[in-house]
């Protein structure tokens, strides 16, 4: 198998609501979202949002009460004080802060948000890993 991750599925609950949601950070749906999926290109990524109930019906866990723990989604900025201003703009979209923008140990700065589902984010600026071209995470 190939060691890439090129989609995210995230299950929400109203679909024109969390498209809305990330439409007001600034991101753009592709032309192939339709009226049951909607599509974020993000750099070398794509993350689709998709009715909760269809995403457990799909993947055979109907019934299953989803949880949240477990899995952060990653935005790497590529300055300190833009994690900051990142936090800022997605509580002002109705993100839910879940962890105030903090220095870490290790030299980097780093916060949580959830997003309308409650998906957990981190916004993180780590000076050891550089971005790429595309803002592409750079792990040497």
Known sequence: MD???SLVTLGVRDLARSSAFYERLGWKAAA???EGIHFFQTGCMVVAL???SALLADS???GVQPVAGGVTLGINVPGRED???ELAQVTACGAT???AATDTPWGGRTAYFADLDGHPW???WAPMFPLGAQGELIVP
């Open 122 to 124: 981190e916004i993180t």
């Open 50 to 52: 998709y009715p909760l």
């Open 83 to 85: 994690v900051d201003r």
């Open 60 to 62: 055979g866990l109907s």
């Open 32 to 34: 192939s979202s339709c």
């Open 3 to 5: 060691q890439r991750l």
């Open 97 to 99: 802060l879940l962890q």
